[in-house]
Every structure is written in C-alpha cells, then in structure tokens.
C-alpha cells in the first residue's frame, strides 16, 4: 500500500533478481511488454534488441547493478510509447531504484516509477510561451528600428545624390573646356581630384548604409536562434550606436561609451541577442532621460571584476519608482506606465541567463537617475592585451 500510495508503478525485486511483486500500472506499461512476471527473473527478459536499444528493462537492469555496487538510491528518466484510442502518446516516468537492506545486506530492491509526462508537457508549453513572448519583442524592437530606418539612411541616400549630382557637373564642366584653348593640363587635374573628392564620399556614404542594413540584417534573425561567435565589444556597441542613432538625436541624448580597462574585450557568444538586450536598456534610457531632463549624456560603462564583465548603463533620469523596484526584471512590470510593455526588461533577463549563463541587476545612480546593469561570467570573456 506504501509503495502503491507514493509511486505510480513498483516493481519488487529479491537480491538475486527475482521477480517479488508489482501493481498494475506497471505490469500494464513494462510487464505485459517485456514478459515481466512473479517468481521469473528480470534478467530472463531481456531480449537481444534490448540492449542494442537501451530499451526499458535493459535500463532498470544497469540501475539495479549501478544501485548494487554503490548501495545508494539511482534515479533515471525513462520514456514508454502508450497506445490510446489508436494513437500513440509518449509518456516519461522518473525511476528511484532503491536498495532494500537488513543488518547492512542488500535483500532485494524496490523500484518506483514516478510519472512526469504532465510536468513535461507544463514545461514545454512554458517554454512556447516564453519563445512567443520573445519573438513578440523581438518584432517590437524591429518595429521601433525601422521606424527610424528611414531616418538613419535618409542622410547618406542625399549625400550620396548630391556627390552625385557635384561629379556630374564637373564632367559637363569638363566637356564643355575640351576646346578651350585657356584650359591647361593642371586645371583638368584639379577637377579630376575634384570628383576624387566626391566618390570618396559616396564610397563612406555607402559603406555607412551597408553598416545599418548588416546590422538590421542581424537583428532581424530569430531570438530563439542561438549563433555562437567571437566579437569585440567595441564592434558591438558600434551595431548599437547605428540601431539608435535617430532615437537617440530625436531624443536629444549623447552616447558616451567607458572602458574601465586598457585592453581589447572580446565576447563569445550571440551578438545579435546581446545588442537586443543592450539597446533595450539604452532605449529605457533614453526615454528616462528625455523624459526627466530634455535629453543628455547616457554613458555605458564596461568593467572587470574577479568573477564577471560588467556592462553598466547609466542615465540622468527620475529614477525607479519604489513599487517598481522590487519587480524589475519580472514579467509585466514598466516604469513607463502606458508606454510600456513590461517584456523588455524580463525577455533580457531571459536571453542573459539563457544565451549567456549571465545575470542582470539595477541600482539608484548617485546624484540621481539609475543603473541597468549586465554581468557576463569572465569564462565567456577573452582578453587581447594592447
């Protein structure tokens, strides 16, 4: 009755492996299959194709003999395919094998099936939820880039028409002295450093739109993916810069970036997750600031410890509310009161615990505003000496 009340399926063994006693729910999940019955041994069960495919009882065997050597409770999850109403469902059941022990002997074992099929499907549908959550702020954030999209490649597209519309006329210009006795060799050399001038700038002028468009392109991947590489810091925040340029200008706010140390910090792991999470922070920033103090400094502030690299963002703002305080980084809790979601702070929460086995904490700053910080364990940080 113990075993029946604490477990939903028991099998009894003696020392030798002997078949003492099971219930139903057992004898209907492993016994019937596999020729499980009283007073036959276990061993007797085991059919060639069992132990090519770890199959069930060829599990319990090599827990009971692991249980043996270490006289000490094995736990293992085992899965069983279940046929219901023609369809096969897949269930998962956790086993305890326990040695059964008198004056210090093992006499036999008991072991106990607990099922966690229900505590599985909860944990995949928690994860499923947590991936939408964080693909529906991954859009939001995409949303908010490409509404200053235009913004950020309006300068370069103009500068570029007019280099453009500068060579253009040089070349009339050119064409037009072709028979001009008074024009000499020097003043075609001036007109052709002249249009020098102009690509040079078309040239910066498109490499500036092939940064923002790479940097979009990265971004716009799925954050569920998880892109391992090797990336500086300074590459990072240069992606970021890009990201909020127009917030930031629209917002009337300076970034100011501060490395504590004299040396190159390279970072392995996603940098596309990493540059979410950073520009969420920066964005909140941004908003306190202009919010409190029409715009300003925010500053960044990257620092090593004996444990971690720190990433710290700072700004001038009004600060946290003391009712937000203690729910920061839990789903559902803004600062922003209308304007905000409450995901952002929790989903980068989520990606730096998840992607980089990281944390994230706040403070009050002093002199007023706060404090958004990122701590990244020294074991995915590498260091290049200058």
């Known amino acids: 009755?113990?075993?029946?009340?604490?477990?939903?399926?028991?099998?009894?063994?003696?020392?030798?492996?002997?078949?003492?006693?099971?219930?139903?729910?057992?004898?209907?999940?492993?016994?019937?299959?596999?020729?499980?019955?009283?007073?036959?041994?276990?061993?007797?069960?085991?059919?060639?194709?069992?132990?090519?495919?770890?199959?069930?009882?060829?599990?319990?065997?090599?827990?009971?003999?692991?249980?043996?050597?270490g006289m000490t409770k094995i736990s293992y999850e085992q899965s069983v395919a279940i046929s219901v109403d023609d369809r096969t469902r897949m269930c998962y059941f956790i086993v305890d094998v326990l040695p059964l022990e008198v004056n210090h002997r093992i006499v036999g074992f008991a072991l106990l099936f607990k099922d966690i099929t229900q505590l599985r499907?909860?944990?995949?549908?928690?994860?499923?939820?947590?991936?939408?959550?964080?693909?529906?702020?991954?859009?939001?954030?995409?949303?908010?880039?490409?509404?200053?999209?235009?913004?950020?490649?309006?300068?370069?597209?103009?500068?570029?028409?007019?280099?453009?519309s500068a060579a253009d006329t040089l070349v009339d210009e050119c064409e037009a002295s072709l028979s001009n006795p008074q024009v000499v060799e020097d003043d075609y050399r001036e007109i052709y450093d002249e249009l020098r001038d102009w690509f040079q700038k078309v040239k910066s002028a498109s490499a500036y739109m092939s940064d923002i468009i790479a940097a979009i392109r990265g971004q716009a991947t799925n954050i569920g993916t998880d892109e391992q590489s090797t990336?500086?810091?300074?590459?990072?925040?240069?992606?970021?810069?890009?990201?909020?340029?127009?917030?930031?200008?629209?917002?009337?706010?300076?970034?100011?970036?501060?490395?504590d140390q004299n040396e190159s910090l390279f970072l392995r792991g996603d940098i596309n997750n990493l540059i979410q999470v950073i520009n969420n922070l920066l964005s909140n920033a941004i908003y306190a600031q202009h919010q409190h103090a029409g715009g300003g400094e925010i500053e960044v502030h990257f620092y090593?410890?004996?444990?971690?690299l720190n990433i710290a963002v700072k700004?001038?703002?009004?600060?946290?509310?003391?009712?937000?305080?203690?729910?920061?980084?839990?789903?559902?809790?803004?600062?922003?009161?209308?304007?905000?979601?409450?995901?952002?702070l929790y989903i980068s929460n989520v990606v730096i615990k998840s992607k980089f086995n990281g944390s994230m904490w706040s403070q009050d700053r002093e002199g007023g505003g706060s404090i958004f910080g990122i701590s990244i364990p020294r074991e995915n940080v590498y260091i290049d000496k200058l």
């Open 315 to 344: 700004d001038r703002g009004a600060g946290v509310s003391p009712q937000v305080k203690d729910k920061l980084f839990k789903a559902m809790v803004t600062n922003k009161g209308t304007m905000g979601t409450g995901l952002g």
């Open 1 to 69: 009755h113990i075993l029946e009340a604490i477990s939903d399926g028991y099998l009894v063994l003696s020392e030798s492996g002997l078949v003492l006693n099971y219930n139903k729910r057992f004898e209907k999940l492993f016994g019937t299959e596999y020729g499980i019955e009283e007073n036959r041994k276990l061993s007797d069960c085991v059919r060639k194709e069992d132990i090519n495919q770890k199959t069930a009882v060829y599990n319990m065997l090599t827990a009971i003999h692991a249980s043996r050597e």
């Open 231 to 259: 990336f500086t810091i300074d590459e990072m925040m240069k992606r970021s810069a890009l990201l909020l340029r127009h917030e930031l200008l629209n917002n009337s706010c300076i970034l100011k970036i501060v490395y």
């Open 121 to 164: 499907e909860s944990m995949q549908t928690i994860q499923k939820n947590q991936e939408r959550m964080l693909e529906q702020e991954r859009m939001a954030f995409l949303g908010q880039m490409i509404g200053g999209l235009a913004h950020n490649l309006k300068t370069p597209i103009m500068s570029i028409s007019g280099c453009i």
């Open 304 to 308: 090593l410890d004996q444990e971690n």
